[in-house]
């Protein structure tokens, strides 16, 4: 049983992180692995908005404390986009999400990069991800997204942070979130020691 001051215990910093990317190019995956900690092949699309939460310990001061991260996942469909000025207002931090598999999945990325200059956005902490790194040792060399592209792809959009995950390994998850929460206090010129 918890003592009541643990359960009382409120977060030094609440964020606001929103997932963005087309349908079905593991949005979802990377919430559910961080959040529960569970990975399903035959996940649901995501219709309109889901919301995780997720506490993430931190050191302020020499104490422990703890960031609670509200993670927004959203739906990539078409129909849903309509919805983006609401889901994206107030956000700390944005995971740029596309399929290593699926190319079409990188160069649709530009639709969200455009509507983040369009809602203000532009400025705000993001990190762009390279999800489903676990097929890319099973399909063939031209079904992969190549590097270059990556590359070129990142400086079109002076993106600087890129990083590739899997959730079905739980490959990189827990440091995607972490160097997101980093950036956005190193941004915001917070006060911490360090995330453990």
């Known amino acids: 049983m918890q003592k009541a001051q643990e359960v009382d215990k409120k ?9 963005l990317g087309q349908e079905r190019v593991g949005k979802t995956c990377i919430a559910k692995r961080l959040c529960f900690n569970t990975f399903d092949v035959n996940t649901k699309e995501t219709l309109g908005i889901e919301f995780y939460t997720k506490d993430l310990p931190i050191i302020v001061s020499g104490e422990n404390s703890f960031v609670r991260i509200s ?8 129909q849903f986009k309509k919805l983006f000025p609401y889901y994206i207002n107030g956000a700390n931090g944005i995971f740029m999400v596309f399929n290593l598999v699926d190319l079409q999945t990188l160069l649709r990325l530009d639709w969200w990069y455009e509507k983040l200059e369009d809602y203000n956005q532009a400025n705000t902490v993001r990190m762009c991800i390279g999800a489903k790194n ?9 079904s ?9 792809f990142m400086e079109r959009h002076e993106e600087n942070d890129f990083c590739k995950t899997s959730s079905k390994e739980d490959y990189n998850i827990q440091l995607i979130f972490k160097e997101l929460v980093i ?12 995330l453990p």
């Open 11 to 19: 977060p030094i910093y609440i964020f606001k992180i929103c997932i």
């Open 71 to 78: 993670i927004w996942d959203f739906g990539g469909r078409e």
């Open 134 to 142: 676990d097929l890319v040792k099973t399909v063939d060399k031209k």
């Open 144 to 152: 992969k997204v190549d590097d270059l592209v990556i590359k070129r």
């Open 183 to 194: 950036r956005i206090l190193d941004k915001n010129k917070l006060d911490y020691d360090r």
